[in-house]
């Protein structure tokens, strides 16, 4: 089936720590994102990638890095210089669009990272 | 910049119809969509209305458009206990293909 992961479903990491949150594809997206979602604050894009070995900061880049060395994957690391990262972590794709226009997101399940 | 607002709540009682809104404020606006985000879990795309069209009718959903307004609703007809979940506007500009999201309507269901 098609679709897109995330791992793990639950994140803990303590405080100084960086981790790595994975995010792969087989949906044979060109475009990938990451979203952080907090209640009440819909979704603040992190970063995204429209192709490989390409990636731009979304609102809120600081404190977060990502890689996109292969179509299907996109991890998203939280490093230590990220002051408040608990939070609900949500990464998507898309078809890259030629013009604007229609576009469909298709989400992972998220992944919930808390700070002890 | 663009702007997509919604409230964060909204409450009803199991049958009647819900009605969720959504202002945005780019005029470009080429398509609106709703998606639905169920508890601990991603979002899917409910449904969506291109901006030349009023009004998109999809089973107990109805997509309302203003575009005078700026303003997009989402009707549920006879709303069920499963419509429980957070629901979520977003626009692709003209300018663009990202997605600009508003904040996410949590649809309670009351017995």
Sequence with gaps: DGGITQSPKYLFRKEGQNVTLS????????????Y???PGQ?????????IVNDFQKGDIAEGYSVSREKKE???LTVTSAQKNPTAFYLCASSPRQSSPGYTEAFFG????L??? | GEDVEQSLFLSVREGDSSVINCTYTDSSSTYLYWYKQEPGAGLQLLTYIFSNMDMKQDQRLTVLLNKKDKHLSLRIADTQTGDSAIYFCAETPDSNYQL????GTKLIIKP
């Design chain 1, 109 to 112: 399940q998220g992944t919930r």
């Design chain 2, 100 to 103: 600009i999201w508003g904040a």
């Design chain 1, 114 to 116: 808390t700070v002890v």
């Design chain 1, 23 to 34: 995010c792969e594809q087989n949906l044979n997206h060109d475009a990938m994102y990451w």
């Design chain 1, 36 to 38: 952080r979602q907090d």
């Design chain 1, 42 to 50: 819909g979704l603040r894009l992190i970063y995204y990638s429209q």
């Design chain 1, 73 to 75: 994957s996109f991890p």
